[in-house]
């Protein structure tokens, strides 16, 4: 599970140790609660009542409503080993439907994801999810560039993000389903025969 984010280590020392049991459950009632009744209606007074603990205690672990929900959100992605498969399809069918991609992050209803927009959140999750995601997406592709696989100046977050934004789009506008594994693979298995290209600097 993604490890609860945090003040900085500095500002930890000072007060009593972090209660890791409590941040959880602020966590889960956090995320209750914004499945119930989305960013905007959740209240920092209503979780902190339901987590039984103080807003002051809230707000000195997450600084701010957004903070708050980020986590939340990120608590609900999973770490995994690192992927190597042996092929490039089978390393990007795992990462996208596994627990490294959001596609994991499904589960959540509707107007819970929609958090997601808000620009706080998401400049948290970007640090705290999506950063990592990228990077291990990253390592694929260079695995995969050096394997002959594909040209070196294949643009493979374009081939991760073209295939991350069908599903959720599938999840949550269009079909309001997941997208089945053979689909996401002869999308996938498109991308790699045709990759988008890396441009020039300018263009």
């Keep these: 599970m993604a490890a609860e984010l945090t003040p900085a280590p500095e500002k930890r020392r000072r007060g009593r140790p972090v209660d890791t049991a409590l941040g959880q459950r602020i966590l889960s009632v956090t995320l209750q609660q914004l ?4 960013y905007t209606k959740l209240e920092i007074e209503s979780v902190a009542a339901a ?24 608590s609900g992605y999973q770490d995994g080993p690192a992927i190597d498969t042996g092929t490039l399809l089978d390393d ?12 994991a992050l499904g589960n959540l ?13 998401a400049s948290v999750l970007r ?25 070196a100046d294949a643009d493979g977050r374009a081939i991760l993000h073209a ?21 996401l693979r002869q ?17």
């Design 35 to 38: 499945s119930a009744l989305g």
């Design 51 to 74: 987590a039984a603990c103080s807003k002051t205690t809230i707000y000195r672990r997450w600084g701010s409503k957004g903070q708050l929900v980020a986590a939340a959100i990120a």
């Design 92 to 103: 990007l069918v795992e990462h996208t439907s596994g627990g490294h991609s959001l596609l």
């Design 109 to 121: 209803p509707a107007v819970a994801w929609a958090a997601t927009f808000e620009p706080e959140v």
């Design 127 to 151: 640090e705290s999810v999506l950063k990592a995601q990228d990077a291990a997406a990253d390592a694929l592709i260079a695995r995969a560039i050096a394997r002959g696989e594909l040209p």
């Design 163 to 183: 295939a991350l934004g069908l599903g959720l789009y599938r999840r949550y506008i269009s079909e309001d389903e997941g997208l089945p594994e053979q689909t």
């Design 187 to 203: 999308v996938l298995a498109a991308l790699i025969d045709a990759p988008p290209r890396v441009l020039p600097a300018g263009s």
